[in-house]
């Protein structure tokens, strides 16, 4: 393993992940008590137990690596999990209380249809919980493994998100 691969490895599992779920959880303050949610790019399904745990009623992950969603299915009992693409999701509009989309939009090279099926499937006044690299981290990393390697590694599409 290179010096380069190293710190690709230390960036993810002690800089992003950790910060993640401690910024989630201070995030999604409301009450899930009786709630329905959907976890867009659920990944492993991690977040999506955090919010059933927290007494959501109904709770469906989406992510579309199929690998993913058989591990999702195999840990996670009580929570839906299917294979989607984020970008043309078929359900009908306003059946969810609550979206997550966190470390997702950077993978997509669509992210506007995202944002148009998540506001879709949003009941009007639900919540939307979405976490996206800071850019400024990021060049920090691409700094010391260069930028394409990068992008490479995270599979991203862009380099980051701004305010702007």
């Known amino acids: 393993m290179t010096f380069k691969e190293f710190l690709g490895q230390v960036y993810e599992k002690y800089v992003v992940w950790p910060k993640l779920y401690i910024d989630l959880s201070r995030m999604i303050s409301i009450n899930l008590e009786g709630k329905s949610v959907l976890d867009v790019g659920c990944d492993l399904g991690n977040i ?5 745990r927290r007494g959501a009623a109904k709770v469906v992950g989406f992510d579309i690596n199929k690998d ?11 929570i839906s999990f299917f294979v989607v ?5 078929c359900l009908r509009s306003g059946m969810f209380d609550v979206v997550i ?11 506007y249809a995202v944002f148009h099926e998540i506001s879709r499937l949003l009941k ?15 060049k920090k990393m691409s700094r010391i493994i260069g930028k394409d390697e990068f ?3 995270l599979c991203h599409v862009r380099f980051g998100y701004t305010l702007e």
Do not use: M, Q, W
Not at 70 to 77: D, Q
Not at 85 to 89: E, G, N, P, S
């Open 68 to 78: 993913n969603i058989i591990k999702a299915k195999a840990r996670n009992k009580g």
């Open 124 to 138: 009007r006044g639900g919540y939307l919980f979405l976490t996206t690299p800071d850019l400024n981290t990021h």
């Open 151 to 153: 992008l490479k590694r």
């Open 101 to 111: 989309c966190s470390e997702v939009i950077e993978h997509i090279k669509n992210d």
């Open 85 to 89: 693409d984020a970008t043309k999701i």
């Open 48 to 52: 999506s137990r955090f919010v059933k």
